[in-house]
C-alpha cells in the first residue's frame, strides 16, 4: 500500500517535478515538422483576429525551436490595417498559394474552403480555432474551442508551453481579442476576459485606452469610403461548403452615412457582378434601428438562394432583402440556418 501522502499528492507531485510546459512541448516536438519552414496562415479575406492568431502562433512554435513564420492569405481588410499602423505591428507577407506537400498550420478557421488555395495538398501540422465545425479532419494538434477569439487559444497556449510573451506578441494578441470580441461585447467568455487582462496589465494600457483603440478599429471595419462596390462586399466574406453547396456569405455594417436602401442596392450591386450562377451568395447587412436596436438585413442573389432566403426568413421586404428582427451572427446564427434549409 502506497503511504496515503504520496497517494494525494502524486499527481501534482509528477506536474511539479517535470519543467514547466514539458507536457506541452513533447506534443509539439512530436509533430512531423521536416525541415523546411513552416507556414502558419489565418484564414482568407485576413481579419486582425486571422492576422494576430498567426504571427502570435508562428512566433510561439519558434521559441519552441520549430521554423515557422507567419503568412496572409490575401489581402487584409481595413480594420487590419488600420490596428497594425496605429499599434506598429508588420504585417506578414502576402503568399496566396501553398505547394503540396509543404506544411502549413491554421489558425482561425477549419474549413477548407476559407483556406490558403492548396491546403488541401499540404501538411497540416495544427489547428487553432475557435469555430468549431470545419471540414478539415486527420490533423495531429487541433485546439477548437468555441470562445470569443483564435487569439485568446493562442494566448493560452503560450501558457500551456511556459514561455513569456514578448511585448510585440502581446500587442497583436490584444488587437486580435478586442477585434473579434468587439472589445468583450460579442461573443467573448471568460477566457476572453481574462486574457485581454492579462495583455493590457502587461502592455500598460487603461480600460480607456482599451475602449478608445475598439472604437478606431469598429471605425475602420464600418468605413467604406474610396472602395469600390465589389471591394466593400468582400471586405469581409466567408466561403463555405454546406450541404455539399458552394455559398459566400458577406458581412457588413449600415452606419448611416447613405440612405440604408442606397447602401443595400450597393451590396446587391455587388453580388450580381461577383455571381458565378453556381455559388449561392448572401450578404448580412447590420442596422441600428431608431428605436437603437440593431437588426440584420439578409441579401441573396439567384433563384436557388432566394428559396433558401425565404425557407429561412420569410417574405423579402424587397427585391433581394429579407430582414430578421434580431441581429444575427454569422457564423453562429446565419450559417446554421442557410445549412438547415439547404439540406
Ligand atoms: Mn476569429
Not at 517535478?17 to 507556414?39: N, Q
Not at 478608445?212 to 469581409?236: C, H, N, P, Q, R
Not at 459566400?248 to 448611416?256: A, E, I, K, Y
Request: hydrophobic residues 40%; contains cysteine; aromatic residues 6%.
Amino acid at each position: 500500500m502506497k503511504p496515503i501522502i504520496a497517494v494525494l499528492l502524486g499527481s501534482s507531485l509528477l506536474f511539479s517535478c517535470a519543467e514547466p510546459g514539458s507536457e506541452f512541448r513533447s506534443k509539439i516536438d512530436a509533430l512531423d515538422w521536416g525541415s523546411d519552414t513552416c507556414l502558419v496562415y489565418g484564414h482568407k479575406v485576413p481579419d486582425v483576429d486571422a492576422v494576430a492568431s498567426s504571427i502570435a502562433l508562428s512566433r510561439l512554435m519558434c521559441s519552441l525551436g520549430h521554423e515557422c513564420e507567419p503568412r496572409l492569405a490575401g489581402p487584409v481588410n481595413r480594420e487590419t490595417k488600420f490596428v497594425s499602423g496605429r499599434l506598429g505591428f508588420s504585417l506578414p507577407v502576402v503568399q496566396e498559394k501553398v505547394l503540396p506537400g509543404s506544411r502549413i498550420i491554421l489558425t482561425d478557421h477549419s474549413e477548407y474552403a476559407q483556406s490558403v488555395d492548396g491546403a488541401q495538398d499540404a501538411k497540416i501540422l495544427q489547428i487553432v480555432d475557435h469555430h468549431p465545425g470545419g471540414d478539415i479532419d486527420g490533423v495531429p494538434f487541433v485546439v477548437c474551442e468555441k470562445i470569443g477569439a483564435a487569439s485568446t487559444l493562442v494566448w493560452e497556449l503560450f501558457g500551456s508551453a511556459g514561455v513569456e510573451l514578448d511585448k510585440t506578441t502581446a500587442t497583436v494578441l490584444l488587437a486580435g481579442i478586442l477585434s473579434d470580441t468587439h472589445f468583450l461585447t460579442k461573443n467573448a467568455t471568460q477566457r476572453d476576459s481574462t486574457a485581454l487582462s492579462a495583455l493590457a496589465l502587461q502592455l500598460d494600457m487603461s480600460a480607456e485606452q482599451l475602449a478608445e483603440l475598439s472604437k478606431g478599429m469598429a471605425e475602420a471595419d464600418s468605413d467604406y469610403s474610396g472602395m469600390s462596390d465589389t471591394e466593400m462586399f468582400l471586405d469581409d466574406v466567408r466561403d463555405y461548403k454546406l450541404s455539399g453547396c458552394q455559398v459566400r456569405v458577406g458581412s457588413l455594417d449600415w452606419v448611416g452615412r447613405e440612405p440604408l436602401d442606397a447602401f443595400l442596392d450597393r451590396v446587391l450591386g455587388a453580388m450580381h457582378a461577383l455571381y458565378d450562377g453556381k455559388t449561392l451568395y448572401f450578404a448580412k447587412v447590420d442596422a441600428r434601428e431608431q428605436d437603437g436596436s440593431t437588426v440584420s438585413y439578409v441579401l441573396y442573389c439567384g433563384a436557388d438562394a432566394e428559396k433558401v432566403a425565404r425557407a429561412c426568413f420569410g417574405e423579402p421586404v424587397r427585391d433581394g432583402v429579407c430582414r430578421s428582427p434580431r441581429k444575427l451572427n454569422r457564423k453562429y446564427d446565419l450559417v446554421p440556418m442557410l445549412t438547415k434549409a439547404l439540406e
